[in-house]
């Protein structure tokens, strides 16, 4: 298992922008990183050097071609980030706005007919977008139950409900309020056998800071992500698009290349900060392996990662030192239980008798920042089953420390003692 070293760890924390203060409350725990991760230093860089270039991209001057010269270059850092050696990797407004573009674009282009496929884990960036499409397709959208229990959904539950039929699936790969992993690859395979034509749209969203993304590996046909879960910044998507459905008929400007799935001048800064992205991920990359390989070093920084976290998910749910961990706090419940190998980044908690609102205020005035998710359009479809009104999300990233998950739970005891 590969593990962080303190000088290793500290070297990640300072190429993190507010890494342990907000510019407005002072010193302080980041375990929020769900709702947007913290921001790489040379992220902050890129996009003021970017956004002071008055020239525009494809015109005849040497600053225009360094413009081009950039945009080229994230092209090619996105698709090693995506292990995407064919198809089209493109920006977008958000990573809702890409997997809204990705569903509309399949549900038109598809055969006529079907079932649209979605899972009840799915954020409502998914589900929202095939809900639309089938209507104004005119087709049945068909939700896979997930399992309240585990706070994630299989390729076995998936089985009941494929038929030749599928026009168009989607998939999240990691639960934005569970925080539970799904196995996109063994789903992906179990939709392709029963309808080989089917398009399938996976969400990334949650999951592209704590593991790989291999979509040649997955066999898919649309992948979304959103940057500023990915140690960027605000203000655009990324997206990947199989050649399949780049084929399909889309929005686009009359004339212009029939591969292209961007609408309009992209702001040349979002490129140039995934390539920032993509160059933190090789760095951390090249001290877990050896390889002069990019791709390869993108993997080993994605294992370390996902090592580094669990080792922080277990001393969150069963303590440090002596510390008492969240399954002992009585009253306290884990939303997809205490045991879970398959949880990334968040852990999702609720106190009997105690609102969510009441313990996130109180971890905040104590210098630790978490969120509360209320059942609502965004979380409700995991929520409410259960029947909560509200949880706590305590979200955390490689670059949290045990020493500041001692102070949560320091805290949390503190909370539950009172």
Same mark, same amino acid.
């Given at each position: =298992?590969?593990?962080?070293? /303190?000088?290793?760890?500290?070297?990640?924390?300072?190429?993190?922008?507010?890494?342990?203060?907000?510019?407005?409350?002072? !010193?302080?725990?980041?375990?929020?990183?769900?709702?947007?991760?913290?921001?790489?230093?040379?992220?902050?860089?890129?996009?003021?050097?970017?956004?002071?270039?008055?020239?525009?991209?494809?015109?005849?001057?040497?600053?225009?071609?360094?413009? =081009?010269?950039?945009?080229?270059?994230?092209?090619?850092? =996105?698709?090693?980030?995506?292990?995407?050696?064919?198809?089209?990797?493109?920006?977008?407004?958000?990573?809702?706005?890409?997997?809204?573009?990705?569903?509309?674009?399949?549900?038109?282009?598809?055969?006529?007919?079907?079932?649209?496929?979605?899972?009840?884990?799915?954020? /409502?960036?998914?589900?929202?977008?095939?809900?639309?499409?089938a209507d104004v397709?005119?087709?049945?959208?068909?939700?896979?139950?997930?399992?309240?229990?585990?706070?994630?959904?299989?390729?076995?539950?998936? !089985?009941?409900?494929?038929?030749?039929?599928?026009?168009?699936?989607?998939?999240?790969?990691?639960?934005?309020?569970?925080? =539970?992993?799904?196995?996109?690859?063994?789903?992906?395979?179990a939709i392709r056998k029963a309808a080989p034509h089917c398009f399938i749209i996976?969400?990334?969203?949650?999951?592209?800071?704590?593991?790989?993304?291999?979509?040649?590996?997955?066999?898919?046909?649309?992948?979304?992500?959103?940057p500023y879960k990915v140690f960027s910044r605000h203000g655009y998507g990324v997206g990947w698009a199989s050649d399949r459905l780049t084929g399909c008929t889309k929005e686009t400007v009359i004339g212009g290349p029939a591969t292209s799935w961007e609408m309009g001048t992209r702001d040349t800064g979002s490129y140039a900060t995934f390539s920032d992205v993509v160059s933190y991920f090789d760095?951390?990359?090249?001290?877990?392996?050896?390889?002069?390989?990019?791709?390869?070093? !993108?993997?080993?920084?994605?294992?370390?990662?996902?090592?580094?976290?669990?080792?922080?998910?277990?001393?969150?749910?069963n303590g440090t030192g002596n510390l008492r961990g969240l399954k002992d706090i009585p009253g306290l419940h884990i939303i997809g239980g205490a045991a879970n190998a398959r949880r990334e980044g968040v852990v999702s908690v609720w106190l009997e008798g105690r609102p969510s609102e009441e313990v996130v205020s109180f971890l905040n005035d104590r210098g630790i920042r978490t969120h509360t998710r209320k059942a609502d359009h965004y979380s409700g479809n995991v929520l409410s089953p259960l029947g909560l009104k509200d949880c706590v999300r305590i979200s955390f990233s490689h670059y949290n420390t045990l020493a500041e998950v001692a102070q949560f739970l320091t805290a949390m005891n503190e909370f539950t003692s009172a």
């Open positions: =298992m590969p593990m962080f070293t /303190p000088a290793l760890l500290d070297a990640v924390r300072a190429r993190f922008a507010h890494v342990d203060a907000c510019p407005f409350s002072g !010193l302080r725990v980041f375990f929020e990183n769900a709702g947007g991760a913290l921001t790489l230093k040379s992220v902050v860089e890129t996009s003021a050097t970017y956004a002071a270039i008055p020239d525009n991209q494809g015109r005849d001057n040497p600053a225009s071609k360094a413009i =081009m010269a950039a945009i080229d270059r994230a092209k090619a850092d =996105m698709r090693l980030f995506f292990n995407a050696p064919s198809g089209q990797v493109f920006v977008g407004e958000s990573g809702t706005e890409v997997l809204f573009r990705l569903v509309r674009t399949a549900a038109l282009g598809a055969a006529p007919g079907g079932i649209l496929l979605s899972t009840t884990l799915e954020h /409502p960036a998914s589900r929202s977008a095939m809900a639309r499409w397709t005119g087709r049945k959208h068909v939700l896979v139950p997930h399992d309240d229990a585990t706070g994630c959904v299989t390729a076995a539950d998936y !089985l009941p409900f494929l038929t030749p039929e599928i026009r168009v699936a989607t998939i999240v790969h990691t639960s934005p309020v569970t925080g =539970m992993a799904v196995d996109a690859g063994a789903i992906a395979a996976v969400d990334g969203i949650q999951h592209a800071s704590h593991g790989a993304v291999d979509v040649a590996g997955l066999g898919i046909d649309g992948y979304a992500i959103s760095w951390l990359g090249s001290h877990f392996t050896s390889s002069e390989d990019r791709r390869t070093r !993108l993997e080993a920084a994605a294992a370390a990662i996902h090592d580094h976290e669990h080792m922080l998910a277990e001393a969150m749910v």
